[in-house]
Every structure is written in C-alpha cells, then in structure tokens.
C-alpha cells in the first residue's frame, strides 16, 4: 500500500519549522523521513517512511562549569524537542561539565569511539569541541547534527580562563597557577 505525500510546507508547519528551514534539511540529507521531487518541481514528504539510519541519534550536551548545571538540563531539553518535532528517535544522551578545550572528556571519547553510533545531535558546535569542529566532523564517520550554528560565547571566558591557567601551570608550577591566572585577568581587566 502506496503511503501518502504532503507538500514540504506543509510537513514543516506540522514541525514548527518553516519552508526554509526544513528546505535547508533536505539539501542536507537531515530529513528524518523519505521524499521526493516531483517533475513539477513540488518537493512531497512522506511522514510515515522514517528513514532507519535516523535511528542511532545520541544527543550530547555540555557545559564549562557546574555552576552551570541547569544550563546544561535546558540544553538537554531544547535537544530533545528538536529531535522529537524532526522525528529523530533518540538512543542515548550524554551530558557533561568540562571545558571545550579540554581533550580528556571521556563521554565525548566514548560516542566518537562507538561504531554503532550514527547521528549526534548537539546544540552548537563549540558544545563538542572549542576549536576543530571541522576536523572532527572530517574525521569521524558519524553525521554531526548541529542545531543552532550561531556561535554560543557564554564559555568562550571560561575557555580563556582555562588557557591563561595552563600557561601559568607551565611556567610557575601547578599549585600557584589558578591564583596567577585570577591575578593576570584582574590585571587585564584593569588595563582595560
């Protein structure tokens, strides 16, 4: 029994996205489910053919700092509503707390190592990784699905923090280093 089609606007009004958006998906093989073009030129979306390979999604969230542990939920949250209203079927989540510069995050190890994972869902790319995104997603077979491409700047502080105090760790010693790297953005800040 042959399923029946809708127009692409019309699929994405039902996913609260617009024409644009979900036009965006389908020139980026994202569509949770099977379409085609008619000669016309019409683009018709059939809802009830979820494509398989959208079933091994995992959503990864993380945030610097435990101070910002409900950041992180919300995070998780608004990832689980783009994956629903998409149709993606979510296998896993993996939250941490750690910065993007860190490469010693054993749960974002863990989904690049998994070979049955497909999909990764995250929020913005500086979620996986601070600098690189490009690399990794060369590198990995896995389809890396960022939601919101605008760049997220709430760490990029924590992020220069962190730097400054592994730069100071090098030259002064570890156990002096945080106090160092708190005296030198205290210093800068003044200057400013």
Not at 11 to 33: D, E, I, V
Not at 34 to 51: A, D
Not at 94 to 115: A, V
Request: proline share 2%; charged share 30%.
């Amino acid at each position: 029994m042959e399923t029946k089609g809708i127009k692409l606007s019309t699929w994405a009004r039902s996913k609260g996205l617009t024409y644009k958006g979900a036009y965006r998906m389908l020139k980026a093989n994202q569509m949770p489910c099977k379409w085609e073009q008619l000669p016309t030129g019409t683009i018709v979306v059939y809802p009830e053919n979820i494509k398989k390979e959208m079933f091994n999604v995992v959503i990864y969230g993380r945030v610097s700092s435990h101070d910002q542990k409900e950041d992180l939920n919300r995070q998780l949250s608004r990832l689980r509503d783009f994956a629903s209203a998409n149709g993606y079927i979510i296998n896993k989540e993996y939250s941490e707390i750690g910065s993007g510069l860190n490469g010693k995050r054993p749960k974002l190890i863990k989904i690049l190592k998994d070979e049955t994972i497909t999909h990764i869902l995250i929020e913005h790319k500086d979620r996986l990784v601070r600098f690189g995104f490009a690399y990794i997603n060369a590198a990995t077979d896995k389809k890396i699905l960022v939601v919101n491409e605008a760049e997220c700047k709430d760490d990029l502080v924590q992020d220069f923090i962190d730097i400054v105090t592994s730069m100071c760790s090098r030259i002064y010693g570890k156990r002096s280093a945080k106090n160092r790297a708190k005296k030198a953005l205290k210093a800068a800040n003044e200057n400013s």
